[in-house]
């Protein structure tokens, strides 16, 4: 009778244990959500988390409060940011080849971006058709002839994807389908209607990557040297058209290389790495001075802009995320640069501006998905 007391007891006392154990957990996530009890950064997810909606003045907006609560559950309910990265964690872990929806986790540590199908392009199993083709000639014609009407230089730069550059470092899986990329048919096409200047600068990043790494592996963009060689063969370029023009060397600069956090990639997969491909550049003394106004943080795409009272000329880069390595080589050539993120050209801007040259930057992957029928500017240069 004593055992099965005992035993009673015993079997009591786990359950209150069990109880209380499982009714804290339930209590953690409200307690994380007034107290904020959770220490994991927040993972970056290339979108707005939805706020709190207002209470509704009356019954017909009641159906539409309760679907913005649940959103703002879903976005904020407690311990989510490290439910988050456990899950993305558990995933790098288990699938180790293929990453998540937006990042594929290649070989030695690097990361890819895998948005608007850059897989598929990467292997050439996506093709512009002629008539897309045609539609960027008609396009890139119709903005060099207004901006030479205007005595403005114009020139169609097009960034490489990290694909391109670093192929070698993707799952084995990841393979060539059609040697030709949409990026291959559309330098070749251009080429042969050689009305537009194009600059085309995988080879000269490619070629670079033999001196040191060119790309971050955690992050989507290339580093700072990747951006440094991809500008000397830009100033060579315009060059062409404003003569007089010629790039830094790499010996005006003291590239140095810190372990920084990892990169967007890493923010992606919600997980903690650290990157080793950054590279700084460091202007040595006897640099010309110049200024930078930049925008702010959480307006990252409003214009940006360099003033240097020692050089002559303006220039307006309409340009993505990529130019953005550019902004601190490019301020010692000209008076003023302009950047303007997106790639539609502003004609009002430019005619208040009056700059000599007009740079129009695009990153690979862009040019891959972006409808040229659909740039805003194509009713606009007239």
């Known amino acids: 009778m004593n055992d099965l007391s005992h035993t009673a007891t015993s079997t009591r006392c786990l359950n209150a244990v069990l109880i209380g154990l499982f009714t804290a957990m339930l209590a953690l996530p409200m307690l994380d959500t007034f107290c904020h009890l959770d220490p994991t950064k927040p993972r970056n997810e290339n979108r707005a988390m939805a706020v709190l909606p207002q209470p509704p003045s009356d019954r017909h907006g009641l159906q539409t409060y309760v679907g913005g609560l649940e959103n703002y559950f879903n976005d904020h309910f407690g ?6 990265q456990w899950n993305n964690k558990f995933r790098a872990s288990l699938f180790k080849d293929k990453g998540t929806r937006d990042v594929l986790i290649g070989k030695n540590g690097w990361l890819f971006y895998t ?3 850059s897989i598929d392009h990467y292997s050439g ?3 512009f058709t002629p008539e897309q083709l045609h539609d960027w000639q008609v396009l890139l014609e119709k903005r060099r002839d207004w901006f030479a009407r ?4 114009y020139l ?9 550059i670093y192929p070698e470092e993707l799952p084995d899986w990841a393979v060539k389908v059609h040697p030709q990329t949409k990026l291959d048919q559309f330098v070749a096409y251009m080429h042969e209607h050689p009305t537009v200047p194009i600059l085309d600068l995988r080879q000269v990043v490619r070629n670079a990557k033999e001196m040191r790494p060119t790309f971050l592996k955690t992050d989507s963009h290339w580093n700072f040297f990747g951006s440094f060689v991809a500008y000397q063969e830009l100033m060579r370029t315009v060059a062409a058209q404003l003569p007089g023009l010629e790039p830094l060397p790499l010996t005006s600069f003291t590239p140095t290389n ?7 990639l890493a923010r992606f997969l919600g997980v903690s790495l650290v990157e080793s491909n950054f590279f700084s550049f460091d202007p040595k003394p006897g640099l010309p001075e110049f200024t930078t106004k930049l925008s702010p943080p959480d307006h990252p795409k409003d214009p940006k802009f360099t003033t240097n009272p020692q050089a002559k000329g303006r220039v307006i880069v309409f340009h993505d995320s990529f130019a953005m390595g550019w902004i601190q080589f490019l301020g010692y050539h000209f008076n003023q640069v302009t950047y303007l993120w997106h790639y539609d050209l502003d004609a009002a801007w430019i005619e208040r501006e009056k700059p000599g040259l007009v740079i129009n930057e695009m990153n690979e992957r862009l ?12 009713e606009a240069l007239n």
């Not at 169609?156 to 391109?164: A, E, L, N």
């Not at 810190?258 to 967007?264: K, T, V």
């Open 79 to 84: 311990f989510r940011k490290c439910l988050v």
């Open 115 to 117: 948005m608007g199908d």
């Open 125 to 127: 199993l996506l093709q």
């Open 150 to 153: 205007r005595g403005i230089a």
């Open 156 to 164: 169609f730069v097009v960034t490489p994807d990290k694909h391109t």
């Open 258 to 264: 810190r372990l920084q956090p990892g990169g967007d």
């Open 367 to 378: 040019l891959n998905i972006e409808d040229p029928k659909k740039l805003m500017d194509t």
